[in-house]
């Protein structure tokens, strides 16, 4: 355990007292850090159903934040973005003047293209900095951006854009893998056959490892209309209007719509940014993820540049592109003071590189400390990092729904402690509490249910796109007065979170977000399959990997079942899904109802001691299932 933030900072004791006991007072404080169009005077707002809306009359504009506002400080020629690419050997920087002004003008190539405010638009690219421009463009004109990660194959990119019928999609001719060119305009090509809501027009940046066609009438070229296009200032936005959807695995295959809010979303961000990653002006941060997930959001594009400092958008893996070295080599070069990666990514670095040969040499000087997150850190990571690099390591928690960090060290206030093992301290702002089934409180650091008291801080979703009752439904019904976040823990006598894993079908494969249930929909349609069940497995690289458990119909040949189902998965899914075992089993444990079992499934698959329900209807059938489960732990 340690606290290592400089004594003269505010103290976090009094942060997280003063946000519990008066939400209201705290957060109109936090406002004061962000250049409104018109400061809000409303502070917060509580709805009869139990969600929030912060600042309400509150008017800004997030790209305004992100750019406009650094230059009118005087950073204009300070670096906003750096993208290092080890996949095209390209490296490139732009100060926030350049950045600025190319964001300004692809906002115009939005606005020709017909998009207005509140119009979606679907974003499926690599990680290039065109990715983060369009966000920022959307952001610019009060469009409604939708960053769809770009290994989800075309069948989920065509689910989320009927759900967001955007008006205008943007893509780049292909995305770079290890040792591939992955071309994206055929993917997309084919999630606009299979949509019901296709936007009118694609707006394709050529790359020069694929050639994209085009469609004529409905494609048009990146490079082209930027030409031709010139910059527009950004558009006054009410706090409450959405500045981002981000879809997310739910329990079921339907993603959930998670918005953003602009207002609650700068404020809440821009606090994550300095009293807990300790950012200032000026610094240099690396959010080592992808803009298709929220850390992408946040710690890419988003909150870096809130914060006014220098952002490194890395199109590249920890390993292989070129070594495991990489990670070092641009914390050096770019003078790196802070980061956050997921541990997946440490544990392929230290798999590779267990002496971390890689790091000898390099100057680690400017760094601060790391942060990692998207799954649990486990203890072997933690520590190798922190030996290796000698700085301080900290896990910490939050989701895509939260948008910033419920649980973590505060390097930017002065007295809050980190402590490996643990998920750390509540922010300021999250009342965490563990509750058992029926609703009550466990204060003696038995595991349950994780919750947070409402209200939720700025910035939490308090709504799904188009979906408000599955909202009120999947997050706030279980537990009246509280927000259910799906994952299990225990808060520990000195009040650090334990975060031991989900309570539903979601698993975590290489911090990457998945519905087993999406997964279970597709391979029970097998016409070999009877029924199924697919869990997540522990893996020692990827944190969890899917696995299905099939009970076949009577006389089929298991023979193809296995290559089948894992094409199936790839095919509709995408390779990230990981789906690469298939066991069969001669059958399921159900309650007497007919209900699957998946919570002690994913109790047996995790290792933990299953005492059977008194619900089943057959529990010979654990030991059956336990035994197929023990090779995976
Ligand atoms: N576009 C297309 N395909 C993609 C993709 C993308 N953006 N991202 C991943 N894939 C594909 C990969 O090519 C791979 O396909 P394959 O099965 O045909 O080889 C599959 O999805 C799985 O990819 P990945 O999870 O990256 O596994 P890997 O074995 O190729 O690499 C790691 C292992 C550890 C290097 C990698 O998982 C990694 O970098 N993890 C860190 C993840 C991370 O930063 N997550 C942040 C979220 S918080
Ligand atoms: P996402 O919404 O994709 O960011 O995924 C959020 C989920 O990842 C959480 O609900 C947790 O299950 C998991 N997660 C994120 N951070 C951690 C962490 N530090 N420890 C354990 N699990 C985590």
């Known amino acids: 355990m340690n606290d290592s933030s400089p004594a003269h900072l505010p103290r976090y004791i009094d942060h997280y007292a003063r946000s519990v006991e008066d939400p209201e007072g705290f957060w109109a404080e936090q406002t004061l850090a962000v250049a409104w169009f018109q400061a809000p005077l409303q502070t917060l707002l509580d709805k009869p ?44 920087q732009f100060t926030y003047v350049q950045l600025r002004d190319e964001v300004a003008r692809l906002a115009e190539v939005l606005r020709e293209a017909g998009v207005k405010q509140g119009d979606g638009v679907i974003i499926y690219m690599p990680m290039v900095p065109e990715a983060a421009m369009a966000m920022l463009a959307c952001a610019r004109i009060g469009a409604v951006h939708s960053v769809v990660f770009g290994g989800f194959a075309p069948n989920e990119l065509a689910v989320r854009i009927d759900d967001a019928q955007p008006r205008l999609l943007l893509t780049a001719s292909c995305g770079l893998e290890f040792d591939r060119v992955i071309e994206y305009k055929p993917l997309v090509d084919r999630a606009l056959a299979l949509a019901r809501h296709p936007p009118a027009q694609v707006l394709v940046l050529q ?91 946040s710690l890419i594009v988003y909150g870096p540049l809130l914060a006014g400092c220098t952002t490194v958008l890395y199109e590249g893996k920890p390993i292989r592109t070129p070594d495991a070295g990489v990670y070092w080599r641009i914390i050096e070069q770019y003078g790196v003071n802070s980061l956050f990666c997921a541990p997946t990514a440490m544990r392929a670095i230290r798999r590779q590189d267990p002496q971390a040969d ?102 939490c979703s308090q709504t799904l796109w188009r979906d408000h009752p599955r909202y009120l439904d999947a997050y706030l019904k279980a537990f009246p007065g509280y927000f259910h976040t799906g994952d299990g823990g225990y808060v520990d006598a000195e009040g650090f979170v334990h975060i031991m894993g989900r309570t539903d079908d979601v698993i975590n494969v290489a911090g990457h977000r998945l519905s087993t249930g999406e997964m279970e929909d597709g391979v029970s349609h097998h016409p070999s399959v009877a029924e199924c069940a697919v869990i997540g497995v522990p893996d020692a690289l990827k944190g969890q990997v899917p696995l299905a458990l099939v009970v076949l119909k009577d006389g089929a040949d298991p023979g193809p079942l296995q290559a089948e189902v894992v094409a199936w998965v790839r095919e509709q899914i995408g390779a990230l899904a990981c789906l690469r075992e298939v066991r069969i089993v001669k059958r399921l444990p159900k309650t007497r109802s007919g209900k699957i079992l998946r919570a002690v499934l994913r109790k047996i698959a995790a290792g933990e001691d299953v005492v059977a329900p008194s619900t089943i209807d057959d529990p010979v059938i654990l030991t059956e299932i336990a035994q197929v489960l023990s090779v995976f732990r």
Request: a neutral charge; hydrophobic letters at 35%; charged letters at 20%.
């Open 358 to 459: 890689g790091l000898k040499g390099r100057d680690l000087s400017t760094l601060r400390q790391l942060f990692l997150a998207g799954e649990k850190l486990d203890g072997a990571t933690h520590a190798w990092l922190q030996e290796k690099t000698g700085k301080p390591v900290h896990d910490h928690w939050w989701q895509t729904e939260t948008g910033w960090p419920v649980t973590a060290p505060c390097m930017g206030l002065a007295g809050s402690r980190s402590k490996a093992g643990s998920s750390n301290q509540p922010v300021a702002g999250y009342v965490v509490r563990v509750l058992d089934e029926q609703g009550a409180e466990r204060v003696d650091g038995e595991p349950g249910a994780i919750v947070l008291r409402l209200p939720l801080p700025p910035g």
């Open 207 to 297: 790359r020069p490892q694929a050639r994209a066609e085009m469609q004529s009438g409905r494609d048009l070229d990146w490079a082209q209309a930027l030409a031709e296009a010139r910059p527009v200032p950004p558009v006054e936005l009410s706090s409450g209007d959405p500045l981002y959807i981000m879809y997310t695995s739910g329990t079921t295959g339907r993603p959930k719509g998670i918005v953003r809010d602009n207002g609650g979303h700068a404020v809440g961000l821009l606090y994550a940014m300095t009293a807990v990653f300790g950012m200032r002006p000026g610094d240099v941060w690396w959010g080592i993820s992808d803009v298709g997930w929220v850390v992408g959001h």
């Open 49 to 92: 159903d139990g969600t929030q809306q912060w600042f309400t009359d509150g008017r800004l504009n997030t790209c305004y934040l992100a750019l406009d506002r650094h230059i009118e400080l005087g950073r204009g020629a300070q670096p906003a973005l750096i993208y290092d690419s080890p996949m095209t050997g390209v490296q490139r």
